[in-house]
């Protein structure tokens, strides 16, 4: 008689999956928007089919966003169940952030110490860009989702030795790829490396389960794609940030190559830390901003704040003037380009008590005070090398654990050493550990070269981290036990003073004697495990140790819980604390008066109104729900119309009005427009009328510009 298994409850676990969906879920009905590119997409994505499948940025179907759909779908269901506003469409992120940490746990647990699954479940669920992350509709809480249960499924494959799951496994790494492009890919050689270590098929039974599942993800990766390439031009929508108007040429451009080589395609210009052909990311070429459009700079430079009249909706303020950020490098700035400052009303937050006053580290990076969201700008990704993950930029996102995981791994592998094998071959355990190591190094390798990316992007490095820290925080313990004789027995020790040191180093960017905090806490732990390293009460003494390591990231985590961040660019850090969560690139705000003119002479006309960029677009797509051109995409620079086309519009009255932000890459049709066009006087819709942006206006709606009517006898 087969025995029936038994459930039980591990209430360590339920109460890790409580504090990630609090951490990740509470306050964000301070989201506003989120991310209103996305969220424009998504609005007009529920208006029809043909907008759902594309992805399509407005709802005339004009021009797609910058990524393939795949996440967006699951927000667009979200947003068509519960209508469109900040919480719906940053509901599947929650949901897929917390069902990342239970896959972790259960990808752990059974062929590790239960303790090792709750170590690593709630190290993912504490790792600050992780919580920053799961509270946007950016695609990356989706992405990591995909990942882990796509690894799920070939451990369990080779766990069960059903190779039918291998297959789905690698078809998932396709559907991930529509999630996020190539990024997707960058975790194939540590699948590949465990099918090949961890199987126990035969050679060529090996080599035909991998080439079909091979197969199936070339397939789940190519199908969209080349559906979108193959039908007309006249049929779909233009594909935003592609110079081809293809969706293959977004992925290994745009979305591919560039990432890594630093090209400005679809970005209009580089931005600060975002590197060209330079081997420092933080430095860039681009316009100069706009007066007054300055923020809080670093090296000592206090910048004026934005000027003009803050609207409705998200705050964005920056810190206070000579307040010390982490994230700044010696060095000049790259000049930058008009960006928006214009931000929502609202009183913001105070400083948290002893936030270190001071000056910036470093040379000047020019306006990034008004980008930031916790750490570094959009772009501050710090300088090419091995030690750029631990970088003031990029570190406080997600190195917290790094040491730890690092040499937990190496405890771990020693751990788990068969010395009656031979050197080569490795045991289940050692197979898992090097998947999660073959994770971690390209990922890291990647993101030490790569010159375009933002610091958001570190979320793909926390399950390694994640799962490492947890597997080998066991593993030192019992090695800890042993005879201090043995090298092993030496890596807890070691693992705890390197971690909080660098722990201390990041809270001293921010604070001046917290960081001593810290490092009391793990000499108190260090010093009760040694005290107690033979007695009873020595786990006691390792989970102060724990404590106290976890502490500082915890404290990282929660800032965007408190301040109801879900920015654009999603960051956590104290900086966050100052002011709403939600300013900085992908929020900003519609001018009330110019909506509701332009909706009120539309007539018959397909589109509200034209203009450069997305982010000028987005929040009227979202208060009106109506199509609004953006001539070039996401920053103004796609070629997605030609001036011919765009007369041909006017002249059969699909096109009648055009709002100039100061800013356009399509300069041929932005001085057409400004050469024949008839000004709208400001005051015909209780508006502010300028020829340049009160800010950063290609990113994030509009305070000010110039509204010029179109007609067909302009057209010759």
């Not at 860039?284 to 206090?302: F, L, Q, R, V």
């Not at 953006?630 to 007369?647: E, H, R, S, V």
Request: aromatic letters at 12%.
């Amino acid at each position: 008689m087969k025995k029936i298994k038994q459930w039980t409850v591990d209430w360590w676990f339920i109460g890790i999956l409580i504090l990630a969906a609090f951490l990740y879920a509470w306050n964000i009905w301070e989201a506003g928007n989120a991310n209103d590119y996305y969220t424009a997409a998504i609005t007009s994505m529920i208006q029809s089919w043909h907008n759902f499948w594309y992805g399509a940025f407005d709802p005339a179907g004009f021009i797609t966003v910058d990524k393939p759909p795949v996440a967006l779908w699951f927000m667009a269901i979200s947003a068509k169940i519960f209508g469109v506003h900040g919480c719906s469409v940053v509901l599947p992120s929650i949901l897929f952030g917390i069902g990342s940490v239970a896959l972790i746990y259960n990808m752990i647990k059974p062929r590790f110490n239960i303790w090792a699954a709750r170590l690593a479940a709630l190290a993912l669920t504490l790792t600050p860009i992780v919580v920053a992350d799961s509270r946007t509709n950016n695609m990356d809480a989706t992405l990591q989702f995909f990942l882990l249960l796509a690894s799920w499924c070939l451990m369990k494959a080779i766990s069960n030795r059903k190779p039918w799951l291998v297959v789905v496994s690698f078809a998932l790494i396709g559907v991930s790829f529509n999630i996020k492009m190539l990024q997707a890919f960058m975790i194939l050689p540590a699948l590949l490396l465990f099918f090949w270590l961890a199987s126990n098929q035969k050679l060529w039974r090996r080599l035909g389960t991998l080439a079909i599942a091979l197969v199936a993800m070339a397939v789940t990766t190519l199908a969209w794609p080349i559906q979108v390439d193959s039908t007309a031009t006249s049929q779909r929508p233009y594909v935003g940030s592609s110079e081809t108007n293809s969706e293959l040429e977004l992925a290994f451009g745009y979305n591919g190559t560039e990432r890594l080589l630093g090209q400005t395609t679809g970005t209009g210009a580089a931005f600060p830390g975002m590197g060209t052909k330079s081997k420092t990311g933080s430095t860039g070429t681009a316009g100069t901003p706009p007066t007054g459009a300055k923020g809080t700079a670093p090296g000592g430079t206090t910048a004026r704040k934005p000027t003009g009249t803050p609207g409705a909706g998200n705050t964005g303020k920056t810190p206070p003037a000579g307040t010390k950020m982490p994230g700044t490098k010696t060095g000049a700035a790259g000049k930058q380009p008009a960006v928006t400052t214009e931000r929502g009303a609202g009183t913001g937050r105070k400083m948290p008590a002893n936030f270190k006053k001071g000056t910036f580290k470093g040379g000047t990076r020019g306006r990034q005070g008004s980008q930031r969201g916790g750490a570094g700008g959009a772009f501050s990704i710090g300088t090419v090398g091995p030690l750029r993950l631990l970088q003031s930029d990029l570190g406080p996102q997600i190195s917290w654990l790094l040491p730890a995981a690092i040499i937990g791994f190496i405890s771990a592998f020693a751990y788990y050493l068969d010395r009656k094998r031979k050197w080569y071959q490795t045991t289940i355990q050692q197979n898992h550990l090097l998947f999660w190591l073959g994770w971690l190094i390209p990922v890291a390798g990647f993101f030490s070269i790569a010159s375009f990316f933002h610091p958001y992007y570190m979320i793909m490095l926390a399950p390694p981290i994640a799962a490492l820290f947890g597997i080998g925080t066991v593993t030192m313990f019992k090695q800890f036990k042993t005879d201090l004789k043995h090298w092993q027995a030496w890596l807890l020790p070691i693992a705890i003073v390197v971690t909080t040191g660098l722990q201390a180093w990041y809270v001293s960017l921010y604070y001046q004697w917290q960081p001593f905090l810290v490092i009391a806490g793990g000499l108190l732990g260090l010093i009760l495990l040694f005290i107690g390293r033979t007695k009873a009460w020595c786990k006691t003494a390792l989970g102060v140790a724990i404590a106290a390591i976890m502490a500082a990231p915890a404290f990282w985590s929660l800032t965007p819980t408190i301040a109801g961040s879900s920015a654009g660019i999603p960051s956590a850090g104290p900086s966050l604390l100052s002011s709403s969560g939600n300013g900085g690139l992908g929020n900003g705000t519609a001018d009330s008066g110019l909506l509701k003119y332009v909706e009120k002479h539309q007539g018959n006309a397909k589109y509200l109104f034209a203009t450069s960029n997305a982010s000028t677009a987005a929040p009227y797509i979202i208060k009106s729900g109506k199509a609004v051109m953006a001539i070039g995409g996401f920053n103004g620079t796609d070629p997605a119309i030609t001036l011919k086309q765009f007369k041909a519009l006017v002249k059969k009255g699909d096109m009648k009005y055009y709002l100039s932000s100061g800013r356009s890459g399509n300069s041929k049709i932005e001085a057409w427009v400004t050469k024949v066009g008839k000004k709208v006087a400001a005051s015909q819709y209780g508006g502010t009328s300028s020829s340049s942006t009160q800010g950063f206006g290609s990113r994030g709606g509009m305070g000010g510009g110039t509204l010029y009517e179109l007609d067909a006898s302009m057209v010759k």
